[in-house]
């Protein structure tokens, strides 16, 4: 092929095509074939036997067998062996069950629908089980969060179930021992703990089903008040999202980041490629968002402070200094809001005002601190406000105190970008009962004085 | 010449286990390669799995193995002893229980399955209970201990028998394991050797291919 027939190619869209110009190529014709180099310099081949008579083993040991004899031998011996031996015959036993479960089928796997519970995002999953026993964890292709996929996470999940450490019985600590005991000891054990059982308190996660219902049922029951059960999440981003939504909207929410939704998205500090809030459905919606459609593709901006696989990924991206994100997402917000282009009502916009102008000390050394020019931003919220487009702020791990206003500030630029309803959703989320803001505080608060008993979550506080 | 009677002697005394022999007349070959030596192993090896009694020393099989002096074992004709005389003449036949009766797996999974104790006591529960073989299962019930058969049909690993798709296409139950509701305990019919299974392939125009059945 001529190269000039390669710049047609761009404009061509059935070059990928399965029956594209491709397949007119001539055939490869192989050319010259050389088994050794030898064949094409005589000298090598010289040298080689020269060095090769150097080589030789002066004392003249050598392995009376060379491989062939050895070969012929052994098999000698293993058919001589072989023709009394595969006579053998083992007596098998064939163990059917005493009752047989009505799910299960001898032979042939069942498969159970779960949740994943290795991160917070609660991926629907479909367990393989044998004879009662989960063996492959694979995605529910009919589940909104995991469409199908699932992480090497949750896939290795599995490994968790056959730990050789895992506990098989309940544990009871005595000093600093411990010790298993059988469950109606630990029972008795709790029993005593709890006295009159007005005073316990539940430390847990977020949930997708109905585990949280049962656990206010279990302390209504058990006499304390259903306040009492705290909600925890490892993922720095479920705290922070969670408690800027409450302080700006008075919603105790998630946000679903629907990417497919948005062509220009601008990630500050964001992790959502790696874990974020739910990695599998981000990922999917991303691939979707950064494919080749309507004719152009999606653009992904990112500025962080560590390279990630977010950034290496992206179209562009500006490094910033550690815990830069909050000085950088004002400097977003500034420039959106100085564009005239920007969405949003007035008293919106009068919002951010009052922000900007109590933040104006730090935003006026932030361009040096930051090491991004004006103009990029300037740019970048032109071409943010004339597409459909998406901010997305924090890692999961940075979770620091300007957190929350990290994402108060990434709640205002989406606003004036006109996010919120397109590509931000307020729907039930990923998960219907994510954590409630301000349980964390609660908790360090209060459970002094209770009896906790915590869910998945071993605190050393 | 030390060397070769050592060897010598640990052939006769371990010539039932002669894999700590080749370990030890590799050790040696490794340690001093002479041709003599690794004949002579040989030799030592081939004689002795020709005397060999109860396994080889390169197949070690563990567990029990079946009797060669009283059950044929290559091919059709091998009938074990099993926990309790089941007689499949008297349910299959007299009685005329259709075989997925019991065996209900079988057009649902790869094995046919031996049904489950709570499938025999859907019956024996009210059904002879004063006989003793239905005593041993009732005993075995309650105490919810499962009942270990010798399995009569075994293939080997590398072959992946169905029993769905011969089942959903019709096979008689007969024409592989014989005229079971004529027998009394389980025996194998059939040869089960791969030639036999082309056989009816062939005859019934069905897949030849390799991976029908290794895969």
Same mark, same amino acid.
């Given at each position: 092929?001529?190269?000039?027939?390669?710049?047609?190619?761009?404009?061509?869209?059935?070059?990928?095509?399965?029956?594209?110009?491709?397949?007119?190529?001539?055939?490869?014709?192989?050319?010259?074939?050389?088994?050794?180099?030898?064949?094409?310099?005589?000298?090598?081949?010289?040298?080689?036997?020269?060095?090769?008579?150097?080589?030789?083993?002066?004392?003249?040991?050598?392995?009376?067998?060379?491989?062939?004899?050895?070969?012929?031998?052994?098999?000698?011996?293993?058919?001589?062996?072989?023709?009394?031996?595969?006579?053998?015959?083992?007596?098998?036993?064939?163990?059917?069950?005493?009752?047989?479960?009505?799910?299960?089928?001898?032979?042939?796997?069942?498969?159970?629908?779960?949740?994943?519970?290795?991160?917070?995002?609660?991926?629907?999953?479909?367990?393989?089980?044998?004879?009662?026993?989960?063996?492959?964890?694979?995605?529910?292709?009919?589940?909104?969060?995991?469409?199908?996929?699932?992480?090497?996470?949750?896939?290795?999940?599995?490994?968790?179930?056959?730990?050789? @450490?895992?506990?098989?019985?309940?544990?009871?600590?005595?000093?600093?021992?411990?010790?298993?005991?059988?469950?109606?000891?630990?029972?008795?054990?709790?029993?005593?703990?709890?006295?009159?059982?007005?005073?316990?308190?539940?430390?847990?996660?977020?949930?997708?089903?109905?585990?949280?219902?049962?656990?206010?049922?279990? &302390?209504?029951?058990?006499?304390?008040?259903?306040?009492?059960?705290?909600?925890?999440?490892?993922?720095?981003?479920?705290?922070?999202?969670?408690?800027?939504?409450?302080?700006?909207?008075?919603?105790?929410?998630?946000?679903?980041?629907?990417?497919?939704?948005?062509?220009?998205?601008?990630?500050?500090?964001?992790?959502?490629?790696?874990?974020?809030?739910?990695?599998?459905?981000?990922?999917?919606?991303?691939?979707?968002?950064?494919?080749?459609?309507?004719?152009?593709?999606?653009?992904?901006?990112?500025?962080?402070?560590?390279?990630? &696989?977010?950034?290496?990924?992206?179209?562009?991206?500006?490094?910033?200094?550690?815990?830069?994100?909050?000085?950088?997402?004002?400097?977003?917000?500034?420039?959106?809001?100085?564009?005239?282009?920007?969405?949003?009502?007035?008293? @919106?916009?009068?919002?951010?005002?009052?922000?900007?102008?109590?933040?104006?000390?730090?935003?006026?050394?932030?361009?040096?601190?930051?090491?991004?020019?004006? @103009?990029?931003?300037?740019?970048?919220?032109?071409?943010?406000?004339?597409?459909?487009?998406?901010?997305?702020?924090?890692?999961?791990?940075?979770?620091?105190?300007?957190?929350?206003?990290?994402?108060?500030?990434?709640?205002?630029?989406?606003?004036?970008?006109?996010?919120?309803?397109?590509?931000?959703?307020?729907?039930?989320?990923?998960?219907?009962?994510?954590?409630?803001?301000?349980?964390?505080?609660?908790?360090?608060?209060?459970?002094?004085?209770?009896?906790?008993?915590?869910?998945?979550?071993?605190?050393?506080? | 010449?030390?060397?070769?009677? &050592?060897?010598?002697?640990?052939?006769?005394?371990?010539?039932?286990?002669?894999?700590?022999?080749?370990?030890?007349?590799?050790?040696?070959?490794?340690?001093?390669?002479?041709?003599?030596?690794?004949?002579?192993?040989?030799?030592?090896?081939?004689?002795?799995?020709?005397?060999?009694?109860?396994?080889?020393?390169?197949?070690?099989?563990?567990?029990?193995?079946?009797?060669?002096?009283?059950?044929?074992?290559?091919?059709?004709?091998?009938?074990?002893?099993?926990?309790?005389?089941?007689?499949?003449?008297?349910?299959?036949?007299?009685?005329?229980?259709?075989?997925?009766?019991?065996?209900?797996?079988?057009?649902?999974?790869?094995?046919?399955?031996?049904?489950?104790?709570?499938?025999?006591?859907?019956?024996?529960?009210?059904?002879?209970?004063?006989?003793?073989?239905?005593?041993?299962?009732?005993?075995?019930?309650?105490?919810?201990?499962?009942?270990?058969?010798?399995?009569?049909?075994?293939?080997?690993?590398?072959?992946?028998?169905?029993?769905?798709?011969?089942?959903?296409?019709?096979?008689?139950?007969?024409?592989?394991?014989?005229?079971?509701?004529?027998?009394?305990?389980?025996?194998?019919?059939?040869? &089960?050797?791969?030639?036999?299974?082309?056989?009816?392939?062939?005859?019934?125009?069905?897949?030849?291919?390799?991976?029908?059945?290794?895969?």
């Amino acid at each position: 092929m001529e190269f000039d027939e390669l710049s047609t190619l761009e404009n061509n869209k059935q070059v990928f095509a399965p029956s594209g110009p491709f397949e007119k190529n001539k055939a490869i014709v192989p050319g010259d074939f050389y088994a050794a180099a030898e064949e094409v310099i005589p000298e090598v081949a010289a040298e080689s036997s020269d060095v090769a008579g150097d080589m030789e083993d002066p004392t003249g040991k050598e392995f009376p067998l060379d491989r062939r004899d050895f070969m012929k031998l052994f098999s000698a011996g293993a058919v001589a062996s072989a023709a009394t031996g595969c006579i053998n015959r083992p007596v098998e036993k064939a163990i059917p069950y005493v009752n047989q479960p009505k799910d299960q089928v001898p032979g042939t796997p069942t498969y159970y629908a779960s949740t994943c519970n290795q991160c917070s995002a609660g991926c629907g999953m479909v367990v393989k089980t044998r004879e009662g026993r989960p063996t492959k964890l694979e995605g529910n292709p009919g589940h909104p969060v995991s469409q199908g996929a699932l992480c090497a996470l949750g896939q290795a999940s599995i490994q968790g179930l056959y730990h050789p @450490e895992r506990k098989k019985a309940p544990e009871v600590k005595f000093g600093k021992k411990h010790v298993a005991v059988e469950w109606e000891e630990a029972y008795g054990h709790l029993a005593k703990k709890f006295g009159d059982g007005t005073k316990i308190g539940i430390l847990t996660c977020g949930s997708t089903g109905s585990r949280h219902k049962f656990f206010r049922d279990f &302390l209504r029951t058990m006499g304390s008040p259903e306040r009492n059960l705290y909600t925890w999440e490892p993922n720095g981003l479920f705290h922070s999202i969670t408690e800027a939504h409450k302080l700006a909207f008075g919603v105790n929410a998630m946000p679903r980041f629907d990417l497919r939704n948005a062509d220009n998205i601008v990630g500050i500090g964001s992790d959502f490629l790696d874990v974020g809030v739910s990695p599998i459905y981000q990922a999917k919606s991303f691939s979707q968002a950064h494919a080749y459609r309507n004719g152009k593709m999606g653009k992904l901006t990112q500025f962080e402070a560590t390279l990630s &696989l977010k950034g290496e990924g992206a179209d562009v991206r500006y490094p910033i200094p550690v815990d830069g994100e909050l000085l950088t997402s004002l400097l977003l917000l500034r420039a959106l809001h100085e564009n005239n282009a920007s969405k949003g009502t007035a008293e @919106e916009k009068s919002r951010v005002k009052e922000i900007l102008d109590q933040y104006s000390e730090q935003i006026s050394n932030a361009t040096n601190e930051v090491g991004v020019k004006r @103009e990029v931003f300037d740019k970048l919220a032109d071409s943010l406000l004339k597409e459909r487009s998406l901010v997305l702020a924090g890692g999961s791990t940075n979770f620091n105190e300007d957190s929350t206003s990290l994402q108060l500030v990434a709640i205002l630029i989406n606003i004036l970008i006109g996010a919120y309803g397109k590509a931000l959703v307020l729907d039930r989320g990923h998960m219907p009962t994510p954590i409630v803001p301000g349980d964390l505080r609660r908790f360090l608060n209060e459970a002094e004085d209770l009896d906790v008993l915590c869910h998945r979550y071993k605190p050393y506080f | 010449m030390l060397i070769k009677s &050592l060897n010598l002697k640990i052939v006769l005394v371990v010539s039932d286990a002669y894999w700590p022999f080749i370990l030890l007349c590799s050790l040696v070959l490794i340690w001093r390669p002479s041709l003599r030596l690794f004949l002579f192993g040989v030799a030592m090896c081939a004689a002795a799995a020709v005397s060999n009694t109860g396994y080889s020393w390169w197949m070690w099989t563990p567990g029990d193995t079946v009797d060669t002096s009283t059950q044929s074992i290559i091919g059709n004709g091998y009938h074990p002893d099993q926990p309790i005389n089941f007689s499949h003449k008297l349910h299959a036949g007299d009685r005329k229980i259709p075989c997925q009766y019991c065996h209900s797996s079988a057009r649902r999974s790869p094995i046919a399955g031996i049904p489950s104790l709570n499938t025999c006591m859907g019956c024996h529960k009210l059904v002879n209970t004063d006989r003793d073989p239905i005593k041993f299962l009732t005993e075995k019930f309650e105490k919810d201990e499962p009942i270990e058969w010798v399995k009569v049909h075994d293939l080997p690993d590398h072959v992946r028998f169905t029993h769905k798709p011969h089942i959903l296409a019709k096979v008689q139950c007969q024409e592989c394991h014989g005229p079971v509701e004529t027998t009394e305990t389980a025996e194998q019919w059939a040869p &089960l050797q791969m030639g036999w299974c082309i056989g009816c392939h062939l005859k019934k125009n069905v897949s030849t291919s390799c991976n029908t059945c290794h895969y």
